[in-house]
């Protein structure tokens, strides 16, 4: 199995030449990823597709990281708008999904572009917190594509994010000895607006948060422009966050046991209004019980994050690859799992895998030891 590729993002550059020491062979993979997003994206929905344009006019004046952006579009050599659909895909998804209950039967002619991540985080005697992540989107090359940004000269202290070629969002992110958080697809229910996308708030908690308390108060205190839940995981804490254009709802570990989300509301009111909303063609979007495996890869959220609560609190994982062996089993992994991941907090330590057609193609592991001197070696390679 191939080894995941490292890359060294140097905050010290100016934004947009961040991308510049990209080897060819990953912006070639950056490219490919970057048109079959565009492709998929503005093929998935009518919103979608207007969506992009959209976001060329809004991100112009008020998204911080529009240099790097621009950046990517000239290292990978892709249009502004397969930029703007590789660096946006989680809020143009969720563009794409806003309003299905107005459209009716219309959104069903459309493959829906589903994020159905699965994150779990559990407090062991052996690891301490260990969150655990699935990260499942119908993207092709995705995982075979997987790239391990480590971000250097930070003002609050470097980081890792899990990412791919060119993207400036962090969906999966981890700051050995202080926190990990990744983002779980949320179905939009209220208006969008031009808040901060929830991949770009995240990076900014990465850069600017020394702790998870910090991060937890930045996430939680900010308006986003779309629906996300994120997981946030400290050396003793953890805590999902269901974070929406109305407002933010907190749910925190309690008494020791393991907390899991998928992509359905955990807070009552929400959960509500998706029973509301709750027709044919929802049913068709979020996951319908009573389809086969082979009929919704994706299954429903509650089986996924119900199995996954189970799992950790069962198997209580007693190291890094035994935390990865709890999310390799159905419903948490399938045909559109791209993406598996690790984070221990009490040793720091993380495990990337790779995924494409339900198999493992490349892989990603340090520990404690060896992270000190991955950290050691890219930062003199950056120099």
Request: hydrophobic share 40%; glycine share 8%; proline share 6%.
């Given at each position: 199995?191939?080894?995941?590729?490292?890359?060294?993002?140097?905050?010290?550059?100016?934004?947009?030449?961040?991308?510049?020491?990209?080897?060819?062979?990953?912006?070639?993979?950056?490219?490919?990823?970057?048109?079959?997003?565009?492709?998929?994206?503005?093929?998935?929905?009518?919103?979608?597709?207007?969506?992009?344009?959209?976001?060329?006019?809004?991100?112009?004046?008020?998204?911080?990281?529009?240099?790097?952006?621009?950046?990517?579009?000239?290292?990978?050599?892709?249009?502004?708008?397969?930029?703007?659909?590789?660096?946006?895909?989680?809020?143009?998804?969720?563009?794409?999904?806003?309003?299905?209950?107005?459209?009716?039967r219309l959104i069903a002619r459309f493959r829906p572009w589903i994020h159905a991540c699965t994150s779990g985080a559990v407090c062991g005697a052996r690891l301490g917190m260990v969150h655990v992540r699935s990260l499942d989107w119908p993207l092709r090359g995705l995982g075979r594509h997987t790239l391990v940004i480590h971000h250097i000269n930070v003002p609050a202290g470097d980081f890792y994010s899990v990412g791919w070629p060119g993207y400036s969002g962090v969906l999966s992110g981890f700051k050995p000895g202080k926190f990990s958080a990744t983002i779980n697809q949320a179905f939009c229910l209220q208006t969008p607006n031009l808040n901060w996308p929830p991949a770009h708030l995240l990076r900014t908690a990465f850069e600017e948060c020394a702790s998870c308390a910090d991060a937890l108060y930045m996430l939680r205190n900010t308006p986003v422009s779309v629906p996300a839940f994120v997981l946030l995981a400290g050396p003793s804490k953890a805590a999902v966050l269901e974070l929406t254009p109305e407002g933010s709802r907190v749910h925190p570990m309690s008494g020791g046991r393991p907390i899991a989300i998928a992509n359905d509301y955990l807070s009552g009111r929400w959960r509500k209004e998706m029973a509301e909303a709750d027709d044919e063609e929802f049913d068709y979007l979020v996951g319908d019980t009573g389809t086969s495996r082979a009929d919704e890869p994706a299954a429903e959220p509650d089986n996924r994050r119900n199995t996954l609560l189970r799992r950790l609190r069962d198997m209580k994982p007693r190291n890094m690859g035994h935390a990865l062996r709890i999310l390799q089993a159905w419903p948490m992994q399938h045909e559109d799992t791209m993406q598996q991941m690790v984070f221990t907090h009490r040793e720091p330590g993380m495990i990337v895998v790779g995924r494409e057609a339900d198999d493992a193609v490349c892989r990603f592991e340090v520990d404690a030891e060896a992270l000190s001197t991955l950290q050691h070696d890219l930062k003199e390679d950056a120099q």
């Open positions: 199995m191939k080894t995941i590729p490292t890359y060294t993002f140097d905050h010290d550059l100016p934004p947009a030449s961040r991308w510049d020491a990209l080897p060819q062979r990953l912006r070639d993979a950056g490219r490919l990823l970057a048109g079959r997003a565009f492709k998929e994206l503005t093929s998935a929905s009518p919103l979608a597709s207007s969506g992009v344009a959209l976001l060329r006019l809004a991100t112009k004046w008020r998204n911080p990281y529009r240099d790097e952006i621009t950046g990517a579009t000239r290292v990978l050599g892709i249009s502004t708008d397969q930029a703007m659909a590789t660096n946006f895909l989680y809020e143009l998804g969720a563009l794409g999904m806003y309003g299905q209950t107005l459209w009716g």
